[in-house]
């Protein structure tokens, strides 16, 4: 009973209710539709995931850590059981530690999917429900209406001039005509099925009943969502760079490690045991222990913020990758607009009103230049598609039941009239006969009692109304139509398709009479021409504000879509795109091209039209090659290509398929463009506040080996044990990085072009940078050191100790900014906090019983003044240098 076990297709519509065991009038029972979801599973194609075990064990895969536990193992080897057990702990802790970050987030993004759950409509013991489309199972009888999303594969039993947009599944950008009655070959590939229809596609135009034949991964879709999810995923930007930096610093460590345990051997400083635990010391202390954790905590910080404005974040190491994109290629349909048709423009013969408000919400003046009276029209308006659609408010949001078409006109009654006066125009013109729609005739008409005579109120394509038109309405009166009256309104017509709008037309006639067997052809004859409506899917509130946002910080905006060139067009107008000075391509002229002519172009285009998903991922994958760093949305099957190409796939939550939402790395819940800019605002400040802990770290890190070393070149004991380059690794350090990696955004952050693309963390100049600085906390920690050596060693050990601590504190507070004064940031309200609680730390490992770990001994409160200039000399340089203008990247 699935999709992989017959041909549903070749099957009449008889036998495949028969072969499902079901009925077409009254459906499944509640009982049997519950014992086939336990059979069957939920209708969900579900992610790939990683088990709570996968999770834990892929915190070790990193150079880094892996390093710290071979340390771990040769200590052990040796008997520094001590040392060996510290590492291991503080090891499995940052591995826990992360674990929890991932799997926290995991769980988060579980919990906004199952919001999301789309509803559909079924016939269970003879009565329509309304049930979660995941409870849907094979037999359940379902009911489709123009606008909904087909939530199983079903073999069609009625269809009523149906059209389906079938390009999430196979990419044909027009709709398909399906009819129910048709028996079709076993062989009939899936494109070419007019008796069935598929989920994740949907409902253009006309009504369908049908019986679901395979639910969730035995679906179309499902088959395809399977060999994507088979397909390897690439790594991110930053997982790249986090990747290549932990590669360098581990040789880099691995090799101060070598020379240093060979000098001391050489030279006769200590034995082979001693030698090796000073090369460990070394280690530790160049490794920042606790950035792969800080990181991870930076990144699902970054997306808990995000998921709150509407952004989901799939893959955590996506999220800063936002930060660098310099090119958004996007949607029209549902992202720059809301997907809702709307009426912004009524054409008479003698006025034109243009109409405020967008989407379905019933708001908005209607101002007429010459101030005609349109009450008329929007009573004959109310009355003719009042029956066939309507106007729901579902939870504070508006939506249409019923035709898109016509859900705008009678969104524009409701502006005009007002709830009461819908009513009122419904109740006096009584609906008599509805002559439906169809392709053929392109018109839709209805007959209505109007005191003792009836009016016939024809809408459509409204070049066809003109053509059966006999009379205008012009200024209150009705009058023929001559050549130039007739030239004039097929001008108007011409003019608001141009300018990309869909144009729907309104004509009437008063009948002495009317009979049920009035054929439609001498209704739709000798018409009085109305109006014309020009309807478009505005842009959405906040795209074009969110558009110069995204031009002012170096982001180009391209507009990628199925749809007409003319209406693109319009709307990229609309939000501000420079059309009449970029390139408008379209599918065809794409076809033609060959990837260099593209690419050599490329630059100037503002707008791709009538595209299919392939050509999306053509266009990824040439901007790609002119060194872009590209964001692309999609909401088809075929569109995962695309989005997989992309650095950033941006899938839709509310109409993307499962399929393209597991391809992508960020989910928009709202499907807007302008939740993208704040994306790449989150993701610009992700970026900055993961190079603070890392500049923050490795300074301190290059301090501690500054000391190390420089202790063994002045054939010095060392300040600083393993234990104690740990503890300030993990422990007194971790909390001031995990700081720094909320820090507020510094001022101007979308006001500069993105980052190239080849920036790195850890850059040549930076490196340098980092080898001062930790020159100088090496410097001053010696001198501390050396200072107190007279006294013992254990005290010398435990100042610089101390002293290394300090000076750390220091450089926490420099590094809020590379380029501004500390002073002048925003606060942080953590920082303080963090700092304090690591001194309390600083002074448990002193002042407490715990010392003896740590072989340290209680301080004089006089030695403490003396212990404050570390930080004091490290502050001072760096916001001096801060002044001065020189750059560290």
Request: proline residues 4%; hydrophobic residues 45%.
């Amino acid at each position: 009973m699935n999709a992989d076990s017959l041909p549903w297709h070749s099957l009449t519509i008889e036998d495949a209710v028969k072969k499902l065991g079901t009925s077409i009038t009254s459906g499944l029972t509640e009982a049997e539709a519950a014992r086939r979801l336990r059979l069957f599973g939920r209708n969900e194609i579900k992610a790939k995931t990683k088990t709570p075990i996968e999770m834990f064990i892929g915190q070790f895969n990193n150079i880094l850590i892996i390093i710290l536990l071979i340390a771990t193992a040769i200590s052990a080897f040796l008997g520094e059981l001590f040392d060996a057990v510290t590492i291991a702990i503080i090891v499995v802790m940052m591995a826990l530690f992360g674990f929890i970050q991932e799997y926290r987030s995991e769980k988060i993004i579980q919990s906004l999917k199952r919001l999301a759950t789309p509803r559909c409509r079924v016939i269970r013991d003879g009565k329509e429900v309304e049930i979660p489309s995941t409870e849907l199972v094979p037999g359940d009888i379902v009911i489709l209406r123009e606008g909904d999303r087909v939530p199983a594969d079903i073999r069609l039993i009625e269809a009523v001039d149906l059209e389906v947009d079938e390009s999430p599944l196979t990419g044909e950008s027009t709709p398909i005509e399906k009819d129910a009655s048709v028996v079709l070959d076993p062989s009939t590939i899936v494109s070419e099925r007019s008796n069935m229809v598929f989920m994740g596609t949907y409902i253009v135009k006309g009504f369908a009943k049908g019986v679901v034949v395979a639910t969730g991964i035995s679906t179309e879709l499902g088959r395809i969502a399977k060999a994507v999810a088979e397909a390897k995923e690439e790594k991110t930007i930053l997982e790249m760079e986090l990747d290549d930096f932990g590669k360098k610093i581990g040789v880099v460590i691995i090799g101060i490690a070598a020379v240093v345990f060979a000098t001391s051997l050489i030279e006769g400083w200590a034995g082979i045991l001693e030698s090796f635990m000073i090369s460990v010391a070394l280690a530790v202390a160049a490794i920042p222990e606790g950035l792969p954790a800080i990181a991870t905590a930076v990144l699902a910080i970054g997306a808990h913020r995000m998921a709150k404005k509407n952004a989901l974040v799939r893959r955590l190491a996506a999220v800063e990758t936002l930060g660098s994109v310099d090119v958004i290629c996007t949607d029209k349909t549902g992202t720059i607009t809301k997907g809702e048709m709307t009426v912004k423009i009524v054409r008479t013969y003698d006025d034109v009103c243009n109409v405020d408000g967008s989407g379905y919400s019933p708001e908005g003046m209607i101002r007429c230049s010459n101030n005609s009276n349109v009450t008329d029209l929007l009573r004959f308006i109310a009355a003719h598609t009042y029956s066939d659609v309507k106007l729901v408010n579902d939870k504070g949001i508006w939506r249409v039941v019923g035709s898109p078409t016509e859900g705008a006109a009678l969104v524009l009654a409701y502006k005009g009239l007002g709830r009461e006066g819908v009513e009122k125009a419904v109740s006096e013109l009584q609906l008599v006969k509805v002559y439906p729609f169809d392709r053929f005739r392109k018109r839709k008409s209805t007959i209505h009692r109007f005191g003792d005579k009836y009016i016939a109120i024809v809408s459509g394509a409204p070049e066809g109304l003109l053509e059966i038109s006999k009379m205008i309405y012009s200024n209150g009166d009705i009058k023929p139509i001559d050549e130039q009256i007739r030239k004039t309104v097929a001008r108007y017509i011409e003019e608001l398709a141009s300018q990309g709008y869909r144009t729907y037309g309104i004509a009437f006639k008063t009948l002495d009479n009317f009979s049920d067997d009035v054929p439609v052809e001498d209704v739709e004859k000798d018409l009085v021409f109305y109006a014309v409506l020009g309807i478009i899917d505005p842009p959405r509130e906040g795209v074009a504000e969110a558009i110069k946002i995204a031009k002012k910080a170096g982001i180009k905006t391209i507009i990628v879509t199925g749809d007409h060139k003319l209406t693109a067009m319009a709307i990229a107008r609309m939000i501000g795109l420079d059309v009449d000075n970029g390139l408008v391509l379209e599918g065809r002229e794409l076809d033609r091209m060959g990837d260099d002519e593209l690419a050599k172009i490329i630059d100037k285009v503002v707008v791709f039209a009538r595209v299919t998903p392939e050509h999306k991922a053509r266009i990824v994958r040439v901007l790609k090659r002119k060194g872009y760093r590209v964001a692309m949305t999609g909401d088809g099957v075929n569109d995962a290509q695309a989005l997989k190409e992309a650095h950033i796939g941006i899938a839709m939550g509310v109409r993307g398929t499962d399929v393209a939402k597991e391809a992508s790395q960020l989910i928009l819940l709202d499907d807007n463009y302008a939740t993208i800019v704040e994306a790449v605002k989150e993701g610009r400040i992700i970026y900055e506040n993961l190079k603070k802990p890392i500049n923050y770290l490795l300074t301190a890190n290059m301090g501690e080996v500054a000391t190390i070393f420089g202790s063994q070149l002045l054939l010095m004991p060392s300040p600083l044990e393993p234990v104690h380059l740990l503890w300030i690794n993990v422990v007194t350090d971790a909390l001031p990085a995990a700081a720094l990696g909320v820090e507020p955004p510094e001022p101007g952050i979308m006001d500069r072009p993105p980052r190239p693309a080849g920036e790195r963390f850890v850059t040549r100049r930076k490196l340098g940078y980092y080898i001062a600085m930790g020159s100088l906390i090496g410097v001053t920690t010696l001198w501390i050191f050396s200072m107190f050596r007279g006294v013992s060693l254990e005290f010398a050990r435990t100042a610089a100790f101390t002293a290394i601590v300090l000076s750390e504190f220091g450089r926490a507070l420099s590094s809020r900014s590379e380029q501004q004064n500390f002073w002048k940031l925003p606060r942080n309200k953590w920082l303080a906090p963090a700092l304090l609680s690591s001194l309390a730390l600083q002074l448990l490992a002193i002042y407490t019983p715990l010392n003896k770990y740590f072989h340290t001994v209680p301080i004089d409160i006089k030695v403490w003044p003396i212990l404050f200039l570390a930080p004091i000399v490290i502050i001072i340089v760096d916001e001096v240098r801060k002044v001065l203008g020189i750059k560290i990247s």
